[in-house]
């Protein structure tokens, strides 16, 4: 059958209904697009130019590059990333994953709980690595405190040992994070259909079986986001390690965001500092692209069955 | 034979109860343990704002106060010298509100609109352009320093509270469209579907159909945008000048004194000031945190 | 005759509310002094500014040093780089070269600076034979604090004069149950430290490694020495726990008596006067330990730039600004309670300055007239930036880290400042 004209013509109405959401969302995405791709793109150019005090145009190509990973504290920084992030990430997982379980055992006064474990997102990193600072004082803070109680022989001063400072950083960004991943992981088990928990006990499993076969499993992807989360943080960690140990002792605690800045401002080498933002980028990327994929993946898998 | 039957059933009762009994107190130590952990360094910072700044010195940091003062509220408030002005935080304090609020309304309303955009009115490309603006989450600020220095600079927005306003927004887009997309994903199409077929258009839509269900995610993000905007240092204190800077300038002000003196009353009264706001948002707001996250704001 | 009155009378107010018109100074003044006595300082400043007739507005960048060149390069970046900043040594130059800063030349040939100020600090502030900027003071580096009553109690009778002094000193010091040396370990602490130790052994070798940024003086063997002498006295005569102490703790060991020696500049004097002691009285001062047996000084400066501005009144406010930085009488107030001496080398510093200054200013003509006056590596005022980083990184791992050898930190610092060539 032939269409008639009256068919094929929509109405402007319709049509501009149509288009009103597009055109809502243009200038977010215009934003973000503008501050996301022009702004790495620049960084990307400045990373292969002669800029030093301030940003110039002249092509140089990789020799920033160079200059960076000829640089020992960058590999200390590097190094620094890798280890941070990874205890970080984890443990801050595994301490946030235990709370909620703990707290899901209908607990009384979990409100109170829930706000004590919580509170600590809400303070600046700055705050927080200033006053773990003075909490970690050999002088005093927690050593001079069981030292004045009599322990003499206790050491407790992380933060002035270049071997463990770096896991003093570690456990202040736990302290700080890990009531985000309490929160999401509580709201995760709450959100357990019922009926799967109730057969589970029906068929005599115990409370631990319930959780490792059936509960945990159920919640994947919500680890799969505190993961992603707690990563940005821990890359983009800076206030944090400034306030704490300010790349100390030596420099055994610099973090690649810290020497970015330290190479775009004090030292007025804003080329190399841009190539050691792209090796950042580059490590963002290097978790984020998989991670891409697989929720891709994953979607397609759903709507394929739905 | 049912005489028999129960004592045994008792005794059973008896040692499940008991077992249950010691789990739980097992639970509870376990979480009493982590909340002191989590507690102390607030309870020391409180502590340490009354007492006198030479007792301290003295007697470390935590310990049990023996002095009682109220002088550091006051003198961090209204008289501490920043900057060579000596009228304490207040001014930096209302700086920040002013730039705060707008700030977190503002992108907490874009990512609402645009999280219904993305889920309810899917077209053609919708979710990889929904990917490519999750990608502004990532961003280190020091890479977005200059270029956006530049950006104001030639806006004429430069050094001005409207500038870190703009600069927010934006860089909030990104996480607060991801937590109402998430969470809107889980409004039933149908619902939209009906309301369509009655004649209703996009913004009647969202008005009388996801703004209503939206409240748990608002708060959610009006969390989470106010705490990250609030205690922003980087860009706060370098797209700002003069008398306008934040709050988290006063606070580093306070906390790097390098050759001076440590005045740590002052300093913990400072810090409690400053994270006052956002503490009380997390406090009152705490519930609807899990409970938004809870409907599905991150998936 | 009424009328003529009020004729004059209208003139009169006429002609003045067109003065006050056309010349309102103003500045907009970006520096990182924002809390204590180093605030109170540029407070006076704004003082004078105002009372001049000026309109002041200073934007006070705490936290590292970096933080307030960030503001500066995002101003610059955006366009509006501010009037006044306050930077120092090779810096200047580098900004100068950018071609963004003011001349202040006429203003200078007016006043006469070339006659007044420091022989050595004149490259700084005229990069490229132009005045660009003004120096505030100059702060002696190689001083040592010495607590009198603590030197006492371990036989120690007077400052060090010769490393070897030091040393000697110092053994009688832990013999006695003292700590020698008070310190914090910090990038810069550490490094004012070594290059104080550099200095004292070997002016020459301080001028070709730190002025000049020769590789391979680095290499020397004089360095190695050097290095060998910090890690004597990092594992002998400091205390262990140097790392993460904050400054006025490691100041306060050696004010209370629990150490004997504070090696550190002169901004020590306003720290100590702070806490109710009288340098030159309870606490001696003298010249940091030289082997070289002459009069020493290593110089640093804080100074304030000046860049192009566009604005009339901005540009007033810059001639203002630097007119009176470079008067006596700020020279005066703002050096005193700083605890350096002025810029300007004419200046009387015999009332209201203390014993120590008045050495330090007697200390700084012998020193020019002996030839070793020397500008400090540590605080910023010879090699640029980058290089200056990459000893600091190596001097504070060295001092950090036990293990490691001075061969291995002379090569280390040599290696890192090639690598940024």
């Known amino acids: 059958m032939l269409a008639t004209s009256s068919d094929t013509r929509v109405p402007f109405r319709e049509r501009f209904s149509r288009a009103v959401p597009l055109l809502v969302l243009t200038p977010s995405l215009i934003a973000s697009f503008f501050y996301v791709f022009v702004f790495a793109f620049w960084t990307l150019y400045i990373s292969l130019s002669n800029s030093s005090l301030l940003p110039t145009y002249g092509f140089v190509g990789l020799k920033n590059y160079v200059k960076l990973w000829a640089n020992k504290r960058w590999w200390i920084a590097f190094d620094n990333l890798l280890l941070f992030s990874a205890f970080y990430v984890v443990l801050a997982m595994v301490v946030g994953l235990l709370l909620a379980i703990l707290i899901d055992q209908r607990v009384r006064g979990e409100s109170v709980w829930r706000s004590i474990f919580l509170y600590p997102l809400a303070v600046s990193f700055i705050v927080t690595g200033t006053v773990w600072g003075w909490l970690y004082s050999p002088t005093s803070g927690f050593q001079f405190l069981i030292n004045s109680m009599g322990w003499t022989s206790f050491k407790f001063a992380p933060t002035t040992d270049r071997h463990y400072a770096i896991y003093a950083i570690v456990a202040t960004g736990i302290w700080q994070s890990s009531g985000f991943a309490m929160a999401l992981f509580l709201a995760g088990l709450r959100s357990v259909d019922g009926d799967i928990i109730k057969a589970a006990q029906i068929d005599g499993a115990s409370r631990f079986r319930t959780y490792r076969r059936v509960i945990l499993p159920s919640i994947r992807p919500i680890f799969l986001a505190v993961a992603v989360v707690l990563l940005q943080f821990a890359i983009k960690t800076f206030d944090l390690a400034v306030s704490l140990t300010n790349s100390g002792p030596g420099i055994a605690t610099t973090f690649p965001a810290t020497y970015v800045y330290d190479l775009m401002f004090q030292r007025g080498e804003i080329g190399v500092g841009a190539a050691a933002a792209m090796m950042m980028l580059a490590a963002l990327a290097i978790v984020l692209i998989p991670y891409a994929f697989y929720v891709a993946w994953r979607r397609r898998m759903e709507s394929g069955h739905g | 034979m049912a005489d028999r039957a129960m004592p045994t059933h008792d005794l059973e009762a008896a040692s499940a109860a008991r077992r249950h009994l010691a789990a739980h107190a097992v639970i509870y130590a376990i979480l009493l343990l982590f909340a002191l952990v989590y507690i102390i360094p607030l309870l020391v910072v409180i502590l340490n704002s009354f007492r006198d700044v030479q007792e301290i010195s003295r007697n470390g940091l935590i310990a049990f106060p023996r002095t009682f003062r109220l002088d550091a509220w006051p003198d961090a408030w209204s008289t501490f010298c920043i900057g060579g002005k000596c009228e304490g935080m207040q001014r930096y304090f209302w700086n920040s509100v002013r730039m705060v609020i707008p700030a977190t309304i503002i992108s907490t309303a874009i990512g609402a609109i645009n999280g219904y955009i993305i889920s309810k009115w899917r077209f053609p490309g919708s979710e990889t352009l929904f990917t490519c603006m999750l990608l502004g989450v990532f961003m280190p600020g020091q890479i977005a320093l200059l270029p956006w220095a530049f950006l104001l600079g030639k806006i004429g927005l430069a050094n001005s509270v409207y500038g870190l306003i703009l600069v927010h927004c934006i860089q909030g887009i990104s996480f607060t469209t991801l937590f109402c997309r998430n969470y809107y994903v889980s409004i039933p199409d149908d619902l939209i579907k009906a309301a369509r077929i009655d004649g209703a258009g996009f913004w009647r839509i969202f008005y009388k159909i996801i703004l209503p269900l939206s409240p748990p995610i608002l708060i959610v993000t009006v969390i989470w945008q106010f705490t990250g905007i609030w205690n922003e240092y980087l860009f706060g204190v370098v797209l700002n000048s003069g008398s306008q800077q934040p709050i988290t300038a006063a606070l580093v002000a306070l906390s790097t004194n390098g050759t001076n003196v440590r005045v740590y009353d002052v300093m913990s009264a400072a810090v409690l000031i400053g994270a006052l706001p956002p503490l009380l948002v997390y406090f009152f707001g705490g519930k609807y945190f899990v409970r938004g996250l809870t409907q599905g704001a991150i998936k | ?421």
Request: charged share 20%.
């Open chain 3, 1 to 421: 005759m009424k009328l003529s009155k009020a004729a004059l009378a209208a003139t009169v107010a006429f002609g003045l509310s067109t003065a006050a018109a056309t010349a309102e100074p103003k500045v907009l003044m970006l520096h990182q002094w924002a809390t204590g006595s180093d605030a109170a300082s540029i407070a006076k400043l704004g003082e004078m500014f105002t009372a001049a007739g000026g309109l002041w507005e200073q934007t006070a960048i705490a936290g590292h040093t970096a933080n307030t060149l960030a503001k500066l390069r995002a101003d610059v970046v955006a366009g509006n780089a501010p009037s006044a900043v306050q930077l120092k040594g090779p810096e200047i130059a580098d900004w100068n070269s950018t071609g963004m800063t003011a001349n202040m030349d006429e203003l200078a040939a007016a006043e006469g600076w070339d006659k007044v100020v420091a022989p050595e600090l004149l490259p700084v502030m005229k990069p490229g034979g132009q005045w660009v900027a003004a120096p505030m003071n100059i702060h002696r580096i190689n001083w040592i604090w010495g607590n009198k009553a603590a030197m006492n109690a371990v036989g120690v009778t007077e400052l060090p004069v010769t490393w070897a002094d030091f040393n000697a000193a110092c053994e009688k010091a832990i013999a006695g149950g003292k700590i020698c040396l008070a310190h914090m370990s910090a990038d810069w602490t550490d490094a004012t430290t070594f290059e104080n130790v550099v200095y004292g052994m070997d002016v020459d070798l301080f001028r070709k490694a730190f002025v000049d940024g020769d590789v391979e003086a680095m290499r020397s063997d004089g360095m190695v020495k050097a290095f060998d002498q910090m890690r004597l006295m990092v594992s002998k005569y400091m205390d262990p726990a140097i790392a993460g102490r904050d400054y006025d703790t490691a100041s306060n060991m050696m004010a209370n008596g629990d150490a004997l020696f504070f090696i550190m500049g002169d901004w020590q004097i306003g720290v100590l006067k702070a806490v109710g002691h009288n340098p030159g009285d309870d606490i001696l001062c003298g010249p940091a330990p030289s082997d070289t047996g002459k009069p020493g000084f290593i110089l640093n400066s804080d100074s304030v730039v000046f860049f192009k501005q566009t604005d009339p009144d901005f540009i007033d406010g810059q001639k203002l600004l630097a007119h009176l930085i470079l008067s006596p009488e700020f020279q005066t107030v703002f050096n005193i309670t700083k605890g350096s001496i002025p810029a300007r080398m004419d200046v009387d510093l015999s009332t209201g300055f203390n014993a120590c200054q008045q050495k330090s200013q007697a200390d700084l003509k012998a020193s020019i007239e002996a030839g070793t006056l020397v500008r400090s590596m540590a605080h910023n005022m010879t090699v640029l930036q980058k290089y200056r980083g990459a000893m600091m990184d190596v001097i504070t791992q060295f001092v950090n880290t036990p293990e490691m050898s001075a061969k291995d930190a002379a090569n280390s610092m040599a290696d890192t400042v090639e690598a940024q060539q």
